[in-house]
């Protein structure tokens, strides 16, 4: 049950999930909000449906509260374009294949080609590879090539997960929160920094006008 009253959060953050159609993007979402993860029937039917669906979560990583905007590119499939809104202002994009499925991993390239056109990408922006379904024998993904992946591209974070039993999700979401405030923090403190020093020159320069 949600114990945190509305406005009660610290820090707030977009955070958008693409990958191809079946990865399990849904039902990570649903697990990690709701505690559930999609059937098969339930599953399909989020696939025709051509829009963004959002969820929000508020739990706490360490002393802080975060609330968690999370967008999942519901019904889109690699012929679908993925609208701007869903891109714009994400504080981080979590990219999931299936480990049980070669072409959702050999994909993951134009998942991110396309990421960078729709301008997504930028030094503040955090890209975080996740391989679901790790629960499944017929794993054929073998974890180093996902490690390989993101660290070959830069990314923040990669894990490997089953929305279906829970394993890791928790954790995905809460290493990505924990992130995202250090980084706030960090943007915050050299912000200060800066503002700090620019009043310093100031009072300088009025300093030396005395002369
Ligand atoms: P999406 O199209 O990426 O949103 O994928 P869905 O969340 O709709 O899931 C597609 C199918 O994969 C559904 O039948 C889910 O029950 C199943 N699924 C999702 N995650 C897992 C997982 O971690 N393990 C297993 N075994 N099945 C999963
Ligand atoms: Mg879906």
Known sequence: METFIMDEWKFIFK?????????????????????????????????????SDFSVKTFQVEDETVKLHIWDNAGQGRLHSISPSFYLNADALILVYDVTRQPTFDYLLHWMTEMYDKGFYD????????????DKV????PTSYGELVANYNNMSHFLEISARDSENVAMLFNDVAAMLIWQKLRMS???RRETKSFIGVGRLRKWLCCF
């Open 123 to 134: 030094e503040f922006n955090m890209l975080v590879l996740v391989g679901n379904k790790c």
């Open 15 to 51: 955070v958008a999930i693409i990958g191809d159609s079946g990865v399990g993007k849904s039902s990570l979402v649903q697990r990690f909000t709701q505690g559930e993860v999609l059937q098969l029937d339930q599953a399909h039917s989020t696939e025709s449906i051509d829009f």
């Open 138 to 141: 017929d794993k054929i993904i």
């Open 189 to 191: 403190e050299l912000r």
